[in-house]
Protein backbone atom coordinates (compact mmCIF):
# COMPACT_ATOMS: atom_id res chain seq x y z
CA UNK A 1 0.00 0.00 0.00
CA UNK A 2 1.55 3.40 -0.73
CA UNK A 3 1.85 5.99 1.73
CA UNK A 4 -1.17 8.38 -0.42
CA UNK A 5 -3.30 5.38 0.08
CA UNK A 6 -2.76 5.15 3.81
CA UNK A 7 -3.26 8.68 4.47
CA UNK A 8 -6.48 8.16 2.86
CA UNK A 9 -8.05 5.30 4.67
CA UNK A 10 -6.50 7.16 7.61
CA UNK A 11 -9.04 10.16 6.74
CA UNK A 12 -11.82 8.14 6.46
CA UNK A 13 -11.35 6.69 9.42
CA UNK A 14 -10.52 9.78 10.81
CA UNK A 15 -14.40 11.00 9.33
CA UNK A 16 -16.25 7.94 10.76
CA UNK A 17 -15.07 8.20 14.09
CA UNK A 18 -15.77 12.27 14.03
CA UNK A 19 -18.04 13.49 16.30
CA UNK A 20 -21.32 14.91 14.51
CA UNK A 21 -21.66 12.70 11.25
CA UNK A 22 -23.23 9.21 12.81
CA UNK A 23 -21.70 6.05 10.71
CA UNK A 24 -23.43 6.30 6.78
CA UNK A 25 -23.93 9.71 6.85
CA UNK A 26 -20.63 10.97 5.91
CA UNK A 27 -19.48 9.64 2.55
CA UNK A 28 -16.24 9.55 0.92
CA UNK A 29 -15.37 11.90 -1.90
CA UNK A 30 -14.65 9.31 -4.38
CA UNK A 31 -17.68 7.38 -3.21
CA UNK A 32 -19.66 11.41 -3.60
CA UNK A 33 -18.40 10.94 -7.51
CA UNK A 34 -19.78 7.32 -8.12
CA UNK A 35 -23.23 8.44 -7.34
CA UNK A 36 -24.78 9.18 -10.54
CA UNK A 37 -26.61 12.30 -9.34
CA UNK A 38 -23.03 13.87 -7.85
CA UNK A 39 -21.44 13.15 -10.75
CA UNK A 40 -23.74 14.95 -12.84
CA UNK A 41 -23.74 17.92 -10.56
CA UNK A 42 -19.53 17.86 -10.28
CA UNK A 43 -19.83 17.79 -14.27
CA UNK A 44 -22.30 20.96 -14.46
CA UNK A 45 -19.74 23.00 -12.52
CA UNK A 46 -17.33 22.41 -14.84
CA UNK A 47 -19.95 22.94 -17.76
CA UNK A 48 -21.03 26.10 -16.58
CA UNK A 49 -18.12 28.23 -15.49
CA UNK A 50 -18.67 30.74 -18.12
CA UNK A 51 -21.85 31.03 -17.18
CA UNK A 52 -20.91 31.46 -13.21
CA UNK A 53 -18.17 34.41 -14.52
CA UNK A 54 -20.75 36.27 -15.72
CA UNK A 55 -22.89 35.66 -13.14
CA UNK A 56 -20.21 37.04 -10.53
CA UNK A 57 -19.82 39.89 -13.00
CA UNK A 58 -23.76 41.01 -12.68
CA UNK A 59 -23.60 40.02 -8.37
CA UNK A 60 -20.57 42.43 -8.12
CA UNK A 61 -22.17 45.46 -10.03
CA UNK A 62 -25.02 45.62 -7.63
CA UNK A 63 -22.96 47.86 -4.74
CA UNK A 64 -23.80 46.11 -1.14
CA UNK A 65 -22.60 48.67 1.34
CA UNK A 66 -22.01 47.73 4.93
CA UNK A 67 -25.73 48.21 6.18
CA UNK A 68 -26.94 48.55 2.80
CA UNK A 69 -27.00 45.18 1.19
CA UNK A 70 -30.81 44.63 0.53
CA UNK A 71 -30.65 45.58 -3.44
CA UNK A 72 -28.05 42.68 -4.06
CA UNK A 73 -29.79 40.76 -1.48
CA UNK A 74 -33.01 41.04 -3.64
CA UNK A 75 -31.07 39.94 -6.94
CA UNK A 76 -29.63 36.56 -5.08
CA UNK A 77 -33.15 35.86 -3.63
CA UNK A 78 -34.51 35.95 -7.16
CA UNK A 79 -31.44 34.00 -8.12
CA UNK A 80 -31.68 31.51 -5.20
CA UNK A 81 -35.50 30.90 -6.47
CA UNK A 82 -34.77 30.26 -9.96
CA UNK A 83 -32.18 27.36 -8.92
CA UNK A 84 -35.59 25.73 -7.21
CA UNK A 85 -35.27 26.28 -3.76
CA UNK A 86 -37.58 27.57 -1.30
CA UNK A 87 -36.14 31.22 -0.50
CA UNK A 88 -36.95 33.57 1.93
CA UNK A 89 -35.47 36.14 4.28
CA UNK A 90 -34.89 37.15 8.12
CA UNK A 91 -34.89 40.00 9.94
CA UNK A 92 -31.35 40.71 9.56
CA UNK A 93 -31.56 40.38 5.70
CA UNK A 94 -29.94 37.36 5.12
CA UNK A 95 -31.85 35.46 2.39
CA UNK A 96 -32.32 31.69 3.07
CA UNK A 97 -32.59 29.08 0.79
CA UNK A 98 -33.65 26.42 1.63
CA UNK A 99 -33.05 22.64 0.24
CA UNK A 100 -34.91 20.06 2.41
CA UNK A 101 -32.93 16.30 3.08
CA UNK A 102 -34.81 13.62 3.80
CA UNK A 103 -33.70 14.21 7.76
CA UNK A 104 -34.94 17.85 8.25
CA UNK A 105 -33.78 17.79 11.63
CA UNK A 106 -30.33 18.37 10.31
CA UNK A 107 -29.48 21.47 8.80
CA UNK A 108 -26.01 21.87 6.62
CA UNK A 109 -25.16 25.55 5.74
CA UNK A 110 -23.81 26.81 2.81
CA UNK A 111 -22.82 30.93 3.06
CA UNK A 112 -21.47 33.67 1.58
CA UNK A 113 -21.51 37.02 2.62
CA UNK A 114 -23.46 39.87 0.73
CA UNK A 115 -21.79 43.15 2.13
CA UNK A 116 -18.60 44.91 0.86
CA UNK A 117 -16.11 47.11 2.82
CA UNK A 118 -16.96 50.01 -0.06
CA UNK A 119 -18.70 52.83 0.78
CA UNK A 120 -21.86 53.68 -1.26
CA UNK A 121 -20.24 56.34 -3.63
CA UNK A 122 -18.15 53.75 -4.48
CA UNK A 123 -18.15 53.06 -8.34
CA UNK A 124 -18.43 49.09 -8.55
CA UNK A 125 -18.12 49.08 -12.09
CA UNK A 126 -16.76 45.17 -12.71
CA UNK A 127 -13.87 45.61 -16.03
CA UNK A 128 -12.75 42.72 -17.91
CA UNK A 129 -10.13 40.97 -20.39
CA UNK A 130 -10.54 37.40 -20.61
CA UNK A 131 -10.56 35.16 -17.61
CA UNK A 132 -9.19 38.84 -15.49
CA UNK A 133 -12.00 40.49 -13.74
CA UNK A 134 -11.45 44.00 -12.20
CA UNK A 135 -13.58 45.65 -9.67
CA UNK A 136 -14.47 46.38 -5.72
CA UNK A 137 -15.69 43.31 -4.00
CA UNK A 138 -15.38 41.06 -7.38
CA UNK A 139 -13.48 38.67 -4.97
CA UNK A 140 -14.90 38.98 -1.69
CA UNK A 141 -17.30 38.16 -2.21
CA UNK A 142 -18.48 38.01 -5.99
CA UNK A 143 -16.88 34.72 -5.94
CA UNK A 144 -18.51 33.33 -2.80
CA UNK A 145 -21.75 34.48 -4.22
CA UNK A 146 -21.38 33.13 -7.71
CA UNK A 147 -20.02 30.05 -6.17
CA UNK A 148 -23.28 29.86 -3.81
CA UNK A 149 -25.76 30.15 -6.38
CA UNK A 150 -23.55 27.67 -8.94
CA UNK A 151 -23.75 24.98 -6.29
CA UNK A 152 -27.86 25.44 -5.61
CA UNK A 153 -28.30 25.13 -9.60
CA UNK A 154 -25.61 22.29 -9.81
CA UNK A 155 -27.86 19.88 -7.15
CA UNK A 156 -31.15 21.43 -8.59
CA UNK A 157 -30.00 20.34 -12.48
CA UNK A 158 -28.50 17.16 -10.95
CA UNK A 159 -31.99 16.36 -9.28
CA UNK A 160 -30.26 15.70 -5.91
CA UNK A 161 -32.05 14.86 -2.95
CA UNK A 162 -29.20 15.42 0.49
CA UNK A 163 -29.98 13.73 3.57
CA UNK A 164 -29.37 17.00 5.59
CA UNK A 165 -31.34 19.79 4.53
CA UNK A 166 -28.97 22.80 3.27
CA UNK A 167 -29.34 25.82 3.37
CA UNK A 168 -28.19 28.25 0.96
CA UNK A 169 -27.48 31.32 2.20
CA UNK A 170 -26.80 35.01 1.33
CA UNK A 171 -25.92 36.76 4.36
CA UNK A 172 -25.81 39.98 5.94
CA UNK A 173 -22.87 42.12 7.90
CA UNK A 174 -19.63 40.04 7.83
CA UNK A 175 -17.52 42.57 7.43
CA UNK A 176 -15.92 45.19 9.51
CA UNK A 177 -18.56 47.01 11.44
CA UNK A 178 -21.47 44.40 10.53
CA UNK A 179 -19.86 42.61 13.30
CA UNK A 180 -21.53 38.91 11.89
CA UNK A 181 -24.80 39.90 12.87
CA UNK A 182 -26.36 38.30 10.09
CA UNK A 183 -24.46 35.06 10.79
CA UNK A 184 -25.27 35.50 14.75
CA UNK A 185 -29.16 36.03 13.30
CA UNK A 186 -28.35 32.57 12.02
CA UNK A 187 -26.71 30.30 14.25
CA UNK A 188 -29.78 31.90 16.87
CA UNK A 189 -32.85 31.05 14.69
CA UNK A 190 -31.44 27.25 14.09
CA UNK A 191 -30.05 26.34 17.30
CA UNK A 192 -30.11 22.35 18.02
CA UNK A 193 -30.52 21.69 13.97
CA UNK A 194 -27.47 23.42 12.38
CA UNK A 195 -24.74 21.10 12.65
CA UNK A 196 -22.21 22.45 9.56
CA UNK A 197 -21.30 25.63 8.46
CA UNK A 198 -19.68 26.50 5.48
CA UNK A 199 -18.65 29.65 4.89
CA UNK A 200 -17.56 30.87 1.31
CA UNK A 201 -15.35 33.96 1.14
CA UNK A 202 -13.05 34.69 -1.68
CA UNK A 203 -11.30 33.07 -3.94
CA UNK A 204 -8.20 29.96 -3.81
CA UNK A 205 -8.43 26.73 -2.83
CA UNK A 206 -5.30 26.63 -0.71
CA UNK A 207 -6.16 27.31 2.62
CA UNK A 208 -9.27 26.11 4.94
CA UNK A 209 -10.12 28.46 7.96
CA UNK A 210 -10.88 26.66 10.91
CA UNK A 211 -9.51 29.01 13.78
CA UNK A 212 -11.67 31.78 14.12
CA UNK A 213 -9.24 35.12 15.43
CA UNK A 214 -10.57 37.03 18.00
CA UNK A 215 -11.08 40.77 17.46
CA UNK A 216 -12.52 43.60 19.21
CA UNK A 217 -13.18 47.04 17.25
CA UNK A 218 -12.96 50.39 19.54
CA UNK A 219 -13.85 53.80 19.21
CA UNK A 220 -13.11 56.11 21.11
CA UNK A 221 -14.43 59.30 21.04
CA UNK A 222 -13.29 63.09 22.91
CA UNK A 223 -15.32 65.95 23.26
CA UNK A 224 -14.03 69.61 24.79
CA UNK A 225 -15.31 73.11 24.38
CA UNK A 226 -13.56 73.90 21.02
CA UNK A 227 -12.75 77.36 20.08
CA UNK A 228 -11.07 79.81 18.05
CA UNK A 229 -7.60 78.67 16.57
CA UNK A 230 -6.02 82.42 18.08
CA UNK A 231 -8.26 83.83 20.54
CA UNK A 232 -9.07 80.43 22.32
CA UNK A 233 -5.83 79.25 21.78
CA UNK A 234 -4.42 76.97 24.82
CA UNK A 235 -7.43 75.44 25.17
CA UNK A 236 -7.49 71.86 25.42
CA UNK A 237 -8.23 70.02 21.90
CA UNK A 238 -9.44 66.60 21.30
CA UNK A 239 -7.08 65.93 18.58
CA UNK A 240 -3.94 66.73 20.54
CA UNK A 241 -5.58 64.32 23.34
CA UNK A 242 -6.27 61.66 20.70
CA UNK A 243 -2.64 61.99 19.04
CA UNK A 244 -0.89 61.98 22.73
CA UNK A 245 -3.05 58.63 23.25
CA UNK A 246 -2.18 57.35 19.86
CA UNK A 247 1.42 57.81 20.37
CA UNK A 248 1.44 56.28 23.89
CA UNK A 249 -0.33 53.12 22.45
CA UNK A 250 1.83 52.57 19.78
CA UNK A 251 4.40 51.90 21.86
CA UNK A 252 2.92 48.96 23.67
CA UNK A 253 4.59 45.69 23.11
CA UNK A 254 2.67 42.73 21.31
CA UNK A 255 3.25 39.29 21.16
CA UNK A 256 4.71 37.19 18.38
CA UNK A 257 3.06 34.32 19.87
CA UNK A 258 -0.10 34.03 20.47
CA UNK A 259 0.30 36.50 17.70
CA UNK A 260 -1.43 39.76 18.45
CA UNK A 261 -1.76 43.16 16.22
CA UNK A 262 -3.62 46.29 16.69
CA UNK A 263 -4.56 49.00 13.75
CA UNK A 264 -5.12 52.57 14.10
CA UNK A 265 -7.62 52.43 11.12
CA UNK A 266 -9.80 55.82 10.93
CA UNK A 267 -9.53 58.70 12.84
CA UNK A 268 -11.97 61.80 12.24
CA UNK A 269 -12.97 65.29 13.52
CA UNK A 270 -12.95 69.23 13.74
CA UNK A 271 -14.62 71.48 11.34
CA UNK A 272 -12.07 73.59 10.16
CA UNK A 273 -8.13 74.59 9.99
CA UNK A 274 -9.02 77.27 11.87
CA UNK A 275 -11.00 75.87 15.06
CA UNK A 276 -10.12 73.99 18.06
CA UNK A 277 -11.97 71.07 17.40
CA UNK A 278 -15.62 70.04 20.15
CA UNK A 279 -14.87 66.54 18.89
CA UNK A 280 -12.63 64.08 17.54
CA UNK A 281 -12.70 60.02 17.39
CA UNK A 282 -10.30 57.29 16.49
CA UNK A 283 -11.06 53.58 15.49
CA UNK A 284 -8.75 50.91 16.60
CA UNK A 285 -9.02 47.32 15.47
CA UNK A 286 -7.32 44.57 17.86
CA UNK A 287 -6.58 40.78 17.46
CA UNK A 288 -5.14 37.68 19.18
CA UNK A 289 -4.87 34.52 18.79
CA UNK A 290 -5.44 34.27 22.22
CA UNK A 291 -8.68 35.83 24.11
CA UNK A 292 -6.82 36.99 27.56
CA UNK A 293 -4.23 39.00 25.07
CA UNK A 294 -6.77 40.51 23.32
CA UNK A 295 -8.19 41.75 26.82
CA UNK A 296 -4.46 42.91 28.25
CA UNK A 297 -4.03 45.31 24.48
CA UNK A 298 -7.77 46.48 25.19
CA UNK A 299 -6.59 47.44 28.74
CA UNK A 300 -3.59 49.23 27.39
CA UNK A 301 -5.65 51.26 24.37
CA UNK A 302 -8.45 52.25 27.34
CA UNK A 303 -5.14 53.29 29.81
CA UNK A 304 -2.89 54.64 26.91
CA UNK A 305 -6.08 57.19 25.53
CA UNK A 306 -7.24 58.53 29.30
CA UNK A 307 -3.54 59.24 29.75
CA UNK A 308 -3.42 61.13 26.49
CA UNK A 309 -6.29 63.44 27.54
CA UNK A 310 -4.94 63.80 30.97
CA UNK A 311 -1.98 65.37 29.46
CA UNK A 312 -3.56 67.26 26.83
CA UNK A 313 -5.85 68.87 30.14
CA UNK A 314 -2.57 69.32 32.21
CA UNK A 315 -0.98 70.54 29.34
CA UNK A 316 -3.31 73.27 28.23
CA UNK A 317 -2.47 76.97 28.53
CA UNK A 318 -5.60 78.99 28.68
CA UNK A 319 -6.01 80.18 32.32
CA UNK A 320 -9.17 79.97 33.51
CA UNK A 321 -12.69 79.05 32.72
CA UNK A 322 -13.59 75.84 30.21
CA UNK A 323 -9.80 75.25 29.58
CA UNK A 324 -9.40 73.73 33.27
CA UNK A 325 -9.09 70.08 33.98
CA UNK A 326 -12.30 68.35 33.24
CA UNK A 327 -12.96 70.22 29.65
CA UNK A 328 -12.36 66.98 28.18
CA UNK A 329 -14.24 64.55 28.07
CA UNK A 330 -13.63 60.85 27.03
CA UNK A 331 -15.67 58.02 25.59
CA UNK A 332 -15.02 54.39 25.09
CA UNK A 333 -17.38 52.31 22.12
CA UNK A 334 -16.72 49.15 21.67
CA UNK A 335 -18.18 48.88 18.01
CA UNK A 336 -17.43 44.82 17.60
CA UNK A 337 -16.72 41.68 19.24
CA UNK A 338 -15.77 39.00 17.30
CA UNK A 339 -15.50 35.78 19.53
CA UNK A 340 -12.58 33.15 18.66
CA UNK A 341 -12.74 29.64 18.53
CA UNK A 342 -11.41 26.50 16.99
CA UNK A 343 -12.54 23.31 15.21
CA UNK A 344 -11.34 20.01 16.72
CA UNK A 345 -8.94 18.06 15.23
CA UNK A 346 -11.81 14.63 14.92
CA UNK A 347 -14.36 17.27 12.98
CA UNK A 348 -16.35 15.38 10.43
CA UNK A 349 -16.34 18.54 8.46
CA UNK A 350 -12.74 18.69 8.11
CA UNK A 351 -12.46 15.20 7.33
CA UNK A 352 -14.84 15.33 4.55
CA UNK A 353 -12.89 18.73 2.81
CA UNK A 354 -9.22 16.58 3.20
CA UNK A 355 -10.65 14.03 1.71
CA UNK A 356 -11.90 16.28 -0.95
CA UNK A 357 -8.77 17.93 -1.32
CA UNK A 358 -6.87 14.25 -1.53
CA UNK A 359 -9.60 12.91 -4.47
CA UNK A 360 -8.70 16.54 -6.06
CA UNK A 361 -4.87 16.15 -6.31
CA UNK A 362 -5.86 19.74 -3.62
CA UNK A 363 -3.21 20.94 -0.97
CA UNK A 364 -4.39 23.44 1.22
CA UNK A 365 -3.18 24.85 5.12
CA UNK A 366 -5.01 25.25 8.16
CA UNK A 367 -5.77 29.27 8.61
CA UNK A 368 -7.00 31.41 11.24
CA UNK A 369 -9.17 34.55 10.14
CA UNK A 370 -11.81 36.28 11.60
CA UNK A 371 -14.60 35.15 9.42
CA UNK A 372 -18.24 34.40 9.37
CA UNK A 373 -17.08 31.27 11.03
CA UNK A 374 -16.11 32.84 13.83
CA UNK A 375 -19.73 32.59 15.59
CA UNK A 376 -20.41 28.70 15.27
CA UNK A 377 -16.81 27.90 16.17
CA UNK A 378 -17.14 29.94 19.26
CA UNK A 379 -20.67 27.97 19.95
CA UNK A 380 -19.36 24.74 19.49
CA UNK A 381 -20.92 24.50 15.92
CA UNK A 382 -18.72 22.75 13.27
CA UNK A 383 -17.53 25.02 10.38
CA UNK A 384 -15.53 26.65 7.88
CA UNK A 385 -14.33 29.33 5.49
CA UNK A 386 -12.92 28.64 2.46
CA UNK A 387 -12.25 30.37 -0.94
CA UNK A 388 -14.50 29.21 -3.70
CA UNK A 389 -11.83 28.70 -6.48
CA UNK A 390 -9.80 30.85 -8.85
CA UNK A 391 -7.09 33.65 -7.88
CA UNK A 392 -7.72 37.20 -6.66
CA UNK A 393 -5.64 40.11 -5.11
CA UNK A 394 -5.99 43.49 -3.75
CA UNK A 395 -9.31 42.46 -1.58
CA UNK A 396 -10.43 45.65 0.09
CA UNK A 397 -8.99 47.72 -2.43
CA UNK A 398 -10.42 49.70 -5.78
CA UNK A 399 -8.13 47.98 -8.15
CA UNK A 400 -9.45 44.22 -6.19
CA UNK A 401 -8.83 41.44 -9.29
CA UNK A 402 -10.52 37.66 -9.59
CA UNK A 403 -9.29 35.45 -12.02
CA UNK A 404 -11.19 32.48 -12.61
CA UNK A 405 -8.23 29.71 -13.96
CA UNK A 406 -8.72 26.99 -11.91
CA UNK A 407 -12.59 27.90 -10.72
CA UNK A 408 -13.86 24.35 -11.25
CA UNK A 409 -11.18 22.84 -8.76
CA UNK A 410 -13.09 25.22 -6.03
CA UNK A 411 -16.07 24.47 -6.96
CA UNK A 412 -15.83 20.78 -7.17
CA UNK A 413 -14.01 21.08 -4.09
CA UNK A 414 -17.21 23.02 -2.35
CA UNK A 415 -20.05 20.32 -3.80
CA UNK A 416 -17.64 17.39 -2.34
CA UNK A 417 -16.99 18.80 1.02
CA UNK A 418 -20.88 19.90 1.43
CA UNK A 419 -22.04 16.62 0.08
CA UNK A 420 -19.76 14.99 2.22
CA UNK A 421 -21.53 16.33 5.41
CA UNK A 422 -24.46 16.52 4.26
CA UNK A 423 -24.82 12.95 2.54
CA UNK A 424 -27.24 11.86 -0.25
CA UNK A 425 -30.71 10.69 0.94
CA UNK A 426 -30.96 7.03 0.72
CA UNK A 427 -32.61 5.84 -2.76
CA UNK A 428 -36.51 5.33 -1.32
CA UNK A 429 -36.77 8.93 -0.35
CA UNK A 430 -35.56 10.55 -3.48
ZN1 LIG B 1 -15.09 38.36 2.66
Redesign the pocket.
Known sequence: MNLSALCYILLLMAGLTARTAPLGQLRSASQISRDPQAARALAWLEKNVGAINDEQARITAIPAPPFQEAARGAYLRKLLASAGLRVSADKSGNIIGELPGSNEKEVVMLTA?LDTVFPPETVVKVKREGTRFTGPGIS??GT?LAALVALARALREAKLKPERTILFVADVG??GEGNLRGMRMLVENLKTRLKFVIAL??AGTDYVTTKALASRRIEITVTGPGGHSWSDFGLPNPIDALARGITRFIRVKVQESPRTTFNVGQIEGGTSVNSIPFRASVKVDLRSEQGSELERLEGELRQAMQSGVDEEVSAARAPGGIGQSGALEMNVRVLGVRPGGELPANSALLAALRDADTFLGNQSRLERSS??ANIPLSMGIEAISIGAGGTSGG?HTLSEWYDSTGRELGLKRVLLTLIGVAGIAPGDSR
Open positions: HDNGEEDGTDA
